[in-house]
């Protein structure tokens, strides 16, 4: 393997995953959400409670951005904003609804990842890859 091509092939080899794995989390689910939109709902599954401003740092999108992204799901029940008890003019963002299915479901499609990977690796191969991607991870951040 040639090293100055390891960085495009990284590259290369982890946007073909996601891409995969978001058509098939898309099937699965059949729910019809953009990827800011899918993304701002993962942050919020895993972290509950996170703020706008939260939100558009780990993003790396602008505040203007996530309020309309939030507006729109929360138009259509994904998520509910609540207003700080502390400061009045902070909120944060929970699921709604329609944000609990969604996390139901996705946690469903995982899953049936997880018996994907757990049929064609062993555990020690699981485990040195998500070593591999935490140092990967680790290396952009």
Not at 105 to 121: D, H, S, V
Not at 126 to 140: G, P, R
Request: glycine letters at 4%; a negative charge; hydrophobic letters at 40%.
């Amino acid at each position: 393997m040639k090293t100055n091509n390891v960085a495009e092939q990284i590259n290369h080899t982890i946007e073909d995953i996601w891409i995969v794995l978001e058509k098939m989390e898309r099937d699965y689910t059949k729910f019809n959400l953009n990827n800011q939109q899918a993304v701002l709902l993962a942050l919020v599954i895993r972290h509950p409670s996170i703020s706008p401003s939260e939100i558009a740092e780990k993003m790396m999108i602008t505040k203007s951005a996530v309020s309309q992204q939030i507006a729109k799901l929360e138009k259509d029940g994904y998520i509910i904003k609540r207003q700080h008890v502390d400061d009045k003019r902070g909120y944060s963002i929970e699921l709604g609804e329609k944000g609990l299915l969604y996390k139901q479901e996705g946690e469903a499609f995982n899953q049936e990842i997880t018996k994907k990977y757990q049929a064609q690796l062993s555990d020690e191969e699981l485990v040195n890859v998500i070593e591999v991607l935490e140092k990967l991870k680790s290396v952009l951040l």
